[in-house]
C-alpha cells in the first residue's frame, strides 16, 4: 500500500542554490504507529515528524532528479507541453526508484517510487515489496489527471489553493493509499465520473 | 514556472497570526453554517494551505473544530465540501480533542472519509481497530441503497496493513466470504448503459453485450482485473478492489497468517483432505472452510490472470496492466504456496510454461524477477532447477536493459532480497559481478546504498582481485557503457540513452577499432572469468569522457565502496590473498582512470587500506619488500602519489623487523635504509626545479622517522642517521626545499629531527620506542604488576634509594 503521495518542486540543476525545495501539496494516507509516549505535545511533535519525513523525501527525489537529468546531459525544461491524448510524454520524463532504510526516516523500511515533470516532483511512498510496476503506472496516471485537470501547463497555474480537486483525484484512483489495477477503459470511465462531478 | 508565485503564497500562509487565524475560523463557521456554497469552499481552500504550509501546529477555534467533522459526516454536503473537511483534519493530525468517532456512521462513504482522519491520529486511542471494527459492521449489514461496499474495502486493506491480525476470526471469515463472491462471481455481461432518451422516449437501451478480453475477444471465463467493456457493473468494480487488496489481506488476516510454521503444521494435519479438494474444481471448494476457499478462488484468479497476460492488448495502457497483474499473479501464488503447500504442484507447473513465453522477451524483463525469485524459494520441495532462469537473468538481463533506472533497482532489490537464497556451489550470483557492476556504474546514486549491503554478499576469495580492479575502473566501465549505446543497430531509432551534451567521436571510432575490441569485450564482460587485464590503453581512449556528468557520479561513489569491498574481503583473505591485494593497490595508485578528484580520493582510501592490511598481516612488508623497494625507489613517484608513498615508508618503518617476520635479514633493512636515506637527500639538499611543487612535510618526516626505526633496529646505521638529522636541524629557510616554504613546515622539520636525534642518544630506548613488540599494545603489559614497566621503574628507584640510605619518597 502507499505510505503518502506528494508533489514539491523541483530546482534547476544548474541554477545556483536559490530558494528552497518546496512540498506542494502531500498526503499521508495513515500515521505510523506514535510510540508510547506520555508526555504533553506528543502530537504536535508527531505532526513535525510527519511534515519533516516528508520533506526529506522531498529533497532526495529532487536530488536524485538533478543527478539524473545532469547524468543523461538534458534540462529539465526539455519536454515540451504536449496535450492530454499524449501520455508518451510522461513515459520519457526523468524517474526512478529508491530505497529508505528503517528509521531514516520512516520507521519502517519503505521504497519511493517518483516522477519529475517539469519543474514538479511527484512521489509515492510505498512499503517494502510493493508491486513498483503498478505503483510507477499509478503514478503517470495521477500525474497526468492532475496535469490535465489542474491544467498545471498553463501560465498561470496554481496547485495550492486547488487542494480539493487533488483530493478527488486520489479519492478515486488512489483510495486510503490502495493502488488500484485499473485497466484503460474503467479508467475512462473513472475519468468521466470525475469530470461530471468536478467539471474543468 | 511554480516557484515564484508558489513561493509568496506560502509566505503569506505561514505568516498569518493566530488572531487573524482566529477570525477566519469564526468567518468559515458563518459560511458553513449559512449556506455552503461557492465562498465556503474558497474560504476552506485557504484554510487548508495556512494549515498544511507549515510544519508547526495551529490552533482552530473549538466551533470551527466541531463543524468541519459535522460537515465531514453530513451525507447531504456536497462532495467538495466533505473533501476538504476531511482534508483539514487530516492535516491537522494528530489532533489531541478530536470528537470524531466511527461508531455511529451508517453511509460507508461518509466512513471511508472519516477513517482518512481517524487513521492519522497515530492510534493513540484504539482508533485503527475501531474503525476496522464499524467497517466490517457495515459490510455486514448490506444496506441495498447508498454507495455500497466499495468505499469500505481501501478501508479494511489499510486498518489490515497498519494491525495484522487483529481482526477476530469470525469478521475475518465474513470478509473472506464476501471476497470470494466478488472475486470469482462477478457478473460477465457488461454494465448497461444509462437511459440517454428524455422523459417521453421509451428506454431504448441496447443489450450490453458481454466482457472482453483486452485483446478484443469475447472473455472465456469469470471476470477478471483483465476483462474490459465499455461500462462496468458494481460487483465488477468490486472485482477489481477486491484483487487489488488481495495479496495485503492474505498476508495479513486472521492469526494463521503468522509465520510459516503455522502452514506447515496445519497442512500435516489437513493436507490429504486438501490436496483432495484442492485438485477437484472448483465448485467443490464450498465445503472448504472461508479462509481456504478463498485460498482456492485467489488461485484460480492467479491462473486466469497469467493465461490472460498472454494476449496481444489493443491498447498500451493495458498492456502495461497485463505485466503489472503478471508481477502480482506470481507474488499472489508466492504467499499461497507458503500458506498452503498443496498448491505448490500446480503452481510450478504453470510458471514454467510462462518462463518459456517470458525469457525471450526484454519487454517483460521485469516481470521474470519475481518468477525467479518464486522459483529460488520453493525450489527445493518440488525440485525445480532455478539454476537456468537465474543464469539467463544475470548473464543477459544487465547486460542489455541496464539504461532502465526501475529495472536496475528491481533488479539490486532481487538480489538483496533473494541473498540467502543463493546457493554458492551453483555458481551464479558470486561470479556474475560483472554484470551487475553495468547496472552500478549506470545509476551510481540511485544504487550506492543497495551496493553497499549486496558487496559483501558477492566478495569471493577466488575473484576478489578481479572484483579490486573492477571497482578500481567502474568509471571506466561507465564510459564504455555509453559508448555501447551510442554504437549499438537501435540507436538512431530510439530516444538516445546516453549523455546528449557530448560528442565524443574519438572514443566511438577507438570503440569500433579492433585494436581495442579486446580490451573493451573484456571490460564489458559479464562473468568473472578470473584473469584481469590491464586497461591503461583504454584510459587513455576514453580520457575526453571523463568529465562526463555520469561518469562523475560513479567515480564519487567509488571509495565508499572500496571500503566495503576491504571490511568484507579482510574476513575471507588468507596470507597470499593479502599479499595479492596489497601488490593491487601499490601497482594501481598510479593507473587510474583520469576523472577530476577521483584519484585524491581513490588514493586515500588505498593509503588507509594499504595500512589496515599491513596491520592485520605485518609479514606482508618483508614478503613484498622488494616491490616496496620499487615503489618507494624514485622521487617521481612522490608528487603523483603522495599518500600511497607515506603509507608505504611509514609501513616499511613499523614492520620491517624481526619481531614481525623472521625472515627479515639485515641486508633487507639496509637495502631500505639506503634508499630512502637517497631519497630524503634528495628531496631537501638538491637543488629543485621552478615547475616541481615543494616536497610536503609530511613526506620529509615520514621518512626521516623510518629512517631512525631502520637505524634503531640495525644499530650500526646510527650515525649515518645522525648525521643526515643534524644536516635536517640545520636547513636554512632558503629556496632549498621549494619556492615558498612555510616557517611552521620548516620548523616542524626541525623539532621531530630534533626529538629523533635525542632518542638515537639511547640507543636501547630508541629500539623498546620504535620496535616494542606485539606485547606493548595489549593493555595488561601497562597494568599487570609483573610487567608493567613505570611501576618496575619505581620498585626498582626506591630500592636503590633505600640501598643508598636516602630517605624513602
Not at chain 2, 367 to 393: M, N
Not at chain 2, 425 to 443: T, V, Y
Not at chain 2, 585 to 612: D, G, I, K, T, W
Not at chain 2, 721 to 744: C, I, N, T, Y
Request: glycine residues 4%.
Amino acid at each position: 500500500m502507499v505510505h503518502a503521495f506528494l508533489i514539491h518542486t523541483l530546482r534547476a540543476p544548474h541554477a545556483e542554490d536559490t530558494g528552497f525545495c518546496r512540498v506542494l501539496y502531500s498526503c499521508v494516507f495513515a500515521a505510523e504507529k506514535s510510540p508510547d509516549d506520555p508526555r504533553p505535545h506528543g502530537a504536535e511533535r508527531d505532526r513535525l515528524l510527519r511534515k519533516e519525513q516528508i520533506l526529506a523525501v522531498a529533497r532526495q527525489v529532487e536530488s536524485m532528479c538533478r543527478l539524473q537529468q545532469q547524468a543523461s546531459g538534458r534540462s529539465p525544461m526539455d519536454l515540451p507541453p504536449q496535450s492530454s491524448d499524449e501520455p508518451t510524454s510522461l513515459h520519457e520524463a526523468p524517474h526512478g526508484a529508491f530505497r529508505l532504510a528503517a528509521g531514516d526516516p520512516f520507521q519502517e523500511p519503505r521504497t519511493v517510487v517518483w516522477l519529475g515533470v517539469l519543474s514538479l516532483g511527484f512521489a509515492l511512498v510505498l512499503d517494502a515489496h510493493e508491486n513498483l510496476l503498478l505503483a510507477e503506472g499509478t503514478l503517470r496516471l495521477l500525474t497526468r489527471f492532475l496535469f490535465d485537470h489542474l491544467r498545471l501547463l498553463a501560465p498561470s497555474a496554481n496547485l495550492l489553493l486547488r487542494a480539493d480537486r487533488v483530493e478527488a483525484i486520489l479519492t478515486r484512483f488512489l483510495p486510503h493509499g490502495q493502488l488500484l489495477f485499473l485497466n484503460d477503459q474503467l479508467v475512462q470511465g473513472l475519468e468521466k465520473e470525475l469530470s461530471a462531478a468536478w467539471p474543468l | 514556472m511554480f516557484t515564484t508565485g508558489a513561493e509568496s503564497l506560502l509566505h503569506q500562509a505561514r505568516e498569518i497570526q493566530d488572531e487573524e487565524l482566529s477570525r477566519f475560523c469564526s468567518r468559515i463557521v458563518k459560511l458553513l453554517q449559512k449556506d455552503p456554497g461557492a465562498e465556503a469552499v474558497d474560504a476552506l481552500r485557504r484554510l487548508f494551505l495556512i494549515i498544511s504550509a507549515t510544519k508547526y501546529g495551529r490552533r482552530l477555534e473549538k466551533p470551527c473544530m466541531d463543524l468541519l467533522q459535522t460537515t465531514l459526516c453530513s451525507p447531504t454536503c456536497p462532495e467538495q465540501l466533505q473533501l476538504l473537511c476531511a482534508a483539514i483534519l487530516r492535516e491537522m493530525a494528530p489532533s489531541e480533542g478530536l470528537a470524531l468517532s466511527c461508531d455511529h456512521i451508517q453511509n460507508s462513504r461518509t466512513l471511508s472519509l472519516a477513517a482518512s482522519v481517524l487513521l492519522a491520529q497515530g492510534d493513540r486511542q484504539d482508533e485503527v481497530r475501531n474503525v476496522g471494527q464499524r467497517a466490517l459492521q457495515l459490510l455486514e449489514a448490506r444496506q441495498p441503497e447508498g454507495p455500497g461496499p466499495r468505499p469500505l474495502l481501501p478501508v479494511l486493506s489499510k486498518v489490515v496493513s497498519l494491525a495484522p491480525g487483529t481482526l477476530p476470526q469470525a469478521q475475518a471469515d465474513l470478509l473472506h466470504r464476501r471476497l470470494v463472491d466478488w472475486l470469482r462471481y462477478a457478473s460477465i455481461q457488461q454494465g448497461a448503459a444509462q437511459p440517454s432518451g428524455g422523459f417521453f422516449s421509451a428506454p431504448r437501451t441496447r443489450q450490453p453485450g458481454p466482457v472482453t478480453e483486452v485483446d478484443g475477444a469475447v472473455a472465456t471465463d469469470f471476470f477478471t482485473v483483465l476483462s474490459t467493456g465499455q461500462r462496468f457493473t458494481e460487483d465488477q468494480r468490486l472485482n477489481v478492489q477486491a484483487f487489488s487488496m488481495l495479496r495485503t489481506w492474505l498476508l495479513s488476516s486472521g492469526p494463521t497468517s503468522a509465520g510459516a510454521a503455522d502452514a506447515d503444521d496445519r497442512s500435516e494435519l489437513e493436507g490429504s483432505t486438501l490436496s483432495v479438494l484442492s485438485a477437484t474444481s472448483a465448485t467443490a471448494s464450498h465445503l472448504l472452510p472461508p479462509q481456504q476457499q478463498l485460498r482456492a478462488g485467489a488461485f484460480e484468479y492467479c491462473q486466469r490472470l497469467l493465461e490472460q497476460s498472454t494476449r496481444r492488448a489493443l491498447r498500451r495502457g493495458d498492456s502495461d496492466l497485463q505485466k503489472s497483474c503478471l508481477v502480482e499473479a506470481v507474488q499472489l501464488l508466492d504467499v499461497l504456496c507458503r500458506q498452503e503447500p498443496s498448491f505448490l504442484y500446480r503452481a510450478l507447473s504453470c510458471l514454467k510454461a510462462l518462463l518459456g513465453r517470458l525469457c525471450g522477451d526484454p519487454a517483460q524483463a521485469r516481470a521474470l524477477l519475481p518468477i525467479a525469485r518464486f522459483l529460488l524459494s520453493h525450489g527445493e520441495a518440488a525440485a525445480v532447477d532455478s539454476e537456468a532462469i537465474c543464469q539467463h537473468l544475470f548473464s543477459s538481463v544487465p547486460a542489455e536493459l541496464f539504461p532502465s533506472p526501475m529495472l536496475a533497482f528491481e533488479f539490486a532489490q532481487f538480489c538483496r532480497d533473494s541473498l540467502h537464497l543463493f546457493s554458492p556451489d551453483q555458481g551464479i550470483f558470486k561470479p556474475s559481478f560483472p554484470s551487475l557492476f553495468k547496472l552500478l556504474a549506470w545509476h551510481s546514486p540511485a544504487l550506492t546504498s543497495e551496493f553497499v549491503v549486496l558487496l559483501p554478499a558477492l566478495v569471493d576469495a577466488g575473484t576478489a582481485v578481479e572484483m579490486l580492479h573492477a571497482l578500481l575502473d567502474l568509471p571506466c566501465l561507465t564510459a564504455a557503457l555509453d559508448l555501447q549505446l551510442r554504437s549499438s543497430p537501435a540507436a538512431s531509432s530510439e530516444r538516445p540513452l546516453w549523455d546528449i551534451s557530448l560528442r565524443p567521436t574519438s572514443c566511438l571510432e577507438g570503440f569500433r577499432d579492433p585494436q581495442f575490441q579486446g580490451l573493451f569485450q573484456y571490460l564489458l564482460r559479464t562473468k568473472a572469468g578470473g584473469i584481469t587485464k590491464r586497461l591503461a590503453p583504454l584510459h587513455r581512449l576514453l580520457q575526453p569522457m571523463a568529465s562526463c556528468a555520469r561518469v562523475v557520479q560513479c567515480a564519487e561513489a567509488v571509495p565508499t565502496l572500496l571500503q566495503v569491498f576491504f571490511a568484507a574481503v579482510t574476513q575471507v583473505a588468507d596470507g597470499a590473498l593479502t599479499a595479492q591485494l596489497a601488490l593491487v593497490l601499490l601497482e594501481r595508485s598510479n593507473f587510474l582512470f583520469q576523472v577530476p578528484q577521483y584519484e585524491a580520493q581513490v588514493h586515500r582510501v588505498m593509503s588507509s587500506q594499504f595500512l589496515a592490511l599491513c596491520r592485520l598481516r605485518p609479514a606482508l612488508v618483508v614478503e613484498l619488500a622488494r616491490d616496496l623497494l620499487d615503489f618507494v625507489g624514485s622521487v617521481s613517484g612522490i608528487h603523483s602519489r603522495e599518500r600511497m608513498f607515506t603509507a608505504v615508508v611509514w609501513a616499511v618503518g613499523e614492520y620491517l623487523a624481526v619481531s614481525y617476520d623472521r625472515r627479515c635479514t639485515v641486508e633487507q633493512v639496509n637495502r631500505f635504509f639506503e634508499s630512502l636515506e637517497a631519497l630524503l637527500f634528495e628531496v631537501t639538499q638538491s637543488r629543485r626545479s621552478a615547475t616541481l611543487p615543494p616536497c610536503p612535510p609530511q613526506v620529509v618526516t615520514v621518512l626521516m622517522t623510518t629512517l631512525t626505526k631502520l637505524a634503531s633496529r640495525s644499530q650500526d646505521l646510527i650515525p649515518r642517521v645522525s648525521l643526515l638529522l643534524s644536516k635536517l636541524r640545520a636547513l636554512p629557510q632558503g629556496p632549498a626545499m621549494g619556492s615558498a616554504p612555510r616557517d611552521e613546515d620548516t620548523d616542524t622539520i626541525r623539532t621531530r629531527a630534533t626529538e629523533l636525534t635525542n632518542l638515537l642518544k639511547m640507543p636501547s630506548v630508541a629500539q623498546f620506542v620504535f620496535t616494542p613488540g606485539t606485547e606493548a599494545s595489549t593493555p595488561r603489559f601497562h597494568r599487570d604488576a609483573n610487567t608493567a614497566l613505570p611501576l618496575a621503574l619505581h620498585t626498582v628507584s626506591r630500592l636503590m634509594d633505600r640501598e643508598a640510605g636516602l630517605p624513602v619518597a
